[in-house]
């Protein structure tokens, strides 16, 4: 299993790139030189994520002809980039993407970038498959990843995870805790503004 972008603990874009490339390098490598045959309904790599690092991982993929498929659970690709705000310039050092070339500005709008790799996409025909969310990620005893996404299993050699760090909780099913105080009314009558858990500052200016 690789980790490729955010996820690993370093937030930029050209990381995540670099990181996706290596990622499918190795998988490359590794699939080259073993001698088990390709399985019926087998992958040789699972890309989870269509941010700038599964993106990358899934082009490389492609460029060395590995077996692959790429989930995204938003219908969108892009991860981070494509939710920051409108016309958010992007500040990155030159990097090359696979099958597309350098990108040899210092900063792109994040809608110039978006369609970039919208267009990349497109024309180089990835298969990745948006609106799909991975559940659940187990290794068998054959070495060979289940992955359990909400639209059934996908079975594969590798997984290359590009999560980013936003990923999507695991929730407990357990009530959400309340942890507000509850504070006495303001003796002047304005409403009590509870900023942090310990200061109740009123928005009468006191401190009562
Ligand atoms: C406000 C802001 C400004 C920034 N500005 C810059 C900048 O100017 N320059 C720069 O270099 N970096 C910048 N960064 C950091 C940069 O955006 C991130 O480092 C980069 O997007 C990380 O790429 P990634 O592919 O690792 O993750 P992401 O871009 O977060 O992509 C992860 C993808 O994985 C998907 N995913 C998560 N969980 C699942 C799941 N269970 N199943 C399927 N899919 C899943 C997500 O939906 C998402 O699309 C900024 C970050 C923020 C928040």
Redesign the pocket.
Known sequence: MYL????GGF????T?VAQGVAAADAVAQKVRGTKSPAREGVVDLLV???????LACSLRAKERGLHFVT????TRLG???AG?PRSKM???QPVHLPLYGQLPRLSYQKEELVELWQSVVQENDLPLRLG???VDLTREADGVFTATTNEGVIRARNACL???????PRRTGSPTPSWRPEYPPCPSGFRRLCVTRSCAPCSCGSQH
């Open positions: 490729a972008g955010e996820l937030a930029l874009v050209r995540a989870v994520g269509a941010g700038p690092g599964g989930i995204e659970q938003e991860g981070t980039v920051y992007v500040m990155t799909v969310r991975l590009a999560l980013g760090r936003r990923g999507s």
